[in-house]
């Protein structure tokens, strides 16, 4: 899981958008071969579609080629009700951007059957071959779409009653609290799950407590969200006022998990006040301090005879004058590589059969 944090939801927004429309340009969408996308309505999600909105009628990205996939719907509110998850997506997304209504889906609740169009809905979606990319809100009591409190991890699109707090959240949209609609129909958790991606806004100080228990917790049944920690490629996309309730070292962690949005070779610039990292055992003066590091690595003081493939890489990171965890330096060469504090390492296969992993010293 990782997490990227922004200054606001404005600017969160901006990243989750830079994300999607990267990933439908690369998968380069064709008439034959669609992408799909899964999209909530949640109201912390509208500053997203509004940028997406604005990047393609600045025809930075089109949606013509995608197929679009809403999460949940209130059972017995159609397109034409105001409330209506339909509404919401049409008003807010759908009319703005140039995607043809027949790509556009959102769970029908008027039928007299609910659950063949749950069955249905379920269908639609692995007639696609599932979704390649889907877009969650984070409700204050941890709930994904409509899966509150209380939804087992391998859920498929179903009928659920709406929780009295979730209902409370939204009231304000209808007229009382009575008006709120009693159930909803939504895609399971184990539906969202089998998504290729999954996105996971989250800003706000009413979304911090949910974020934490969904981020901190073990996976549990009364925090949906937590159930994300399952899925091998999920980004959380959260404000401060989200994260503010997070250990620090809850965000560092999963941070350091996050592919970098920047250039790959870029370092953040240091802080006057921030002390300068400790080389761990290693001493820089003295170069037979390396010995004193626990390594599972041949180690090789960098001289003459230091083979040509790692001058290529210390020649690298020291242009990028970086520190931190580099992968696939030198293409089809080291698979990976760390460079802390003067150190070298590298694992796995350094160019193919010749060396095979190797630690090395810059003095
Ligand atoms: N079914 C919706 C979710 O899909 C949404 O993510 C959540 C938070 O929405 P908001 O950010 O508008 O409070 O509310 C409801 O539970």
């Known amino acids: 899981m990782y997490l990227q944090t922004f200054p606001n939801p404005f600017e969160t927004a901006l990243a989750i958008a830079d994300l999607i429309i990267s990933r439908i340009i690369a998968f380069s969408p064709t008439q ?9 309505a949640d109201n912390a999600a509208i500053p997203l579609y509004e940028e997406l909105a ?19 719907e209130y059972v017995g509110l159609g397109p034409e009700d105001l409330q209506s998850h339909h509404y919401f ?11 043809p209504p027949s790509q556009t889906h959102v769970p029908y609740t008027l039928s007299n059957s ?32 409509s899966n509150g409190p209380g939804s087992g991890g391998k859920t498929r699109c179903r009928i659920v009653q709406l929780d009295e707090g979730i209902k409370e959240n939204v009231a304000e949209s209808f007229l009382t609290l009575a008006d709120v609609p009693t159930h909803a129909l939504t895609l ?30 073990g996976i549990c049944h009364l925090c949906p969200a937590s159930m994300l920690q399952l899925h091998e490629d999920v980004r ?26 920047k ?11 921030e002390p ?26 960098l001289s003459q005879n230091t083979p040509s493939i790692e001058r290529e890489i210390v020649a690298q990171m020291q242009m990028a004058d970086t520190n931190g965890v580099f992968e696939s330096v030198c293409g089809g060469g080291a698979q990976g590589i760390t460079f802390k504090s003067g150190l070298i390492v590298w694992y796995d296969d350094v160019k193919a059969n010749e060396q095979s992993g190797g630690a090395s010293l810059i003095a």
């Open 54 to 72: 604005r990047r393609c009628e600045a025809q930075e990205v089109s949606f013509e080629h995608v197929i679009a996939i809403v999460l949940d």
């Open 114 to 145: 609910l659950l063949t169009t749950c069955a249905s809905y379920e269908s639609l979606i692995t007639s696609f071959g599932g979704i390649h990319l889907i877009l969650l809100g984070l409700g204050g009591l941890g709930q994904i779409g």
């Open 89 to 99: 997506m049409e008003e807010h997304f759908f009319s703005k951007v140039d995607i």
């Open 32 to 40: 034959q071969r669609k992408f799909v996308l899964g999209l909530v």
């Open 263 to 273: 250039p790959e070779f870029e370092s953040e610039p240091k802080s006057e006040d």
């Open 276 to 301: 300068e990292d400790e080389p761990d055992q290693l001493n820089l003066s003295d170069p037979s301090s390396i010995n004193d590091i626990d390594l599972p690595y041949p180690i090789f003081p």
């Open 188 to 217: 399971g958790i184990g539906t969202i799950l089998d998504s290729a991606e999954i996105i996971l806004l989250a800003t706000g100080r009413n979304k911090s407590s949910a974020l934490t228990t969904a981020l901190e917790g």
């Open 236 to 261: 959380v996309f959260a404000d401060e006022e989200a994260v503010s309730e997070l250990q620090p070292s809850t965000i560092r962690h999963l941070s350091a998990q996050a592919p970098s949005t």
